[in-house]
């Protein structure tokens, strides 16, 4: 089970923290990954990560986002600055072997509104 918390209500600017606490059958955790949904949108990848450590970003939020993971805490984090309203969506977590995988889970979603 993936169980995201952080989200909320943040001005134009502002920063936030999302995490993701992981249980169970985390060794097949190999990849983990925030999405997001943004009403009427497609739900987008913004960042993975590996075991290892190797991180990719979208260019949407690349330079403001960063992952991180705390494998002592079975936590995946996301740091959030520079928001913009255009960040206002659901944030999800994902974890799986690997991007897109059928038999990864995901995290029940947390709201992240930008107000501007």
């Known amino acids: 089970q993936l169980v995201e918390s952080g989200g909320g209500l943040v001005g134009v600017g502002g920063s936030l923290r999302l995490a993701c606490t992981a249980s169970?059958?985390?060794?097949?955790?190999?990849?983990m990954a925030w999405y997001r949904q943004a009403p009427g949108n497609q739900r987008e990848m913004l960042a993975a990560i590996t075991n290892g450590g190797r991180t990719s970003y979208a260019d949407s939020v690349k330079g403001r986002f960063t992952i991180s993971r705390d494998h002592a805490k079975n936590t995946m984090y996301l740091q959030m600055n520079s928001l913009t309203p255009e960040d206002t969506a659901v944030y999800y977590c994902f974890g799986g072997g690997f991007v897109g995988d059928p038999q990864g889970g995901w995290g029940q979603g947390t709201q992240v509104t930008v107000s501007p």
């Open positions: 169970g059958k985390i060794f097949r955790l190999t990849v």
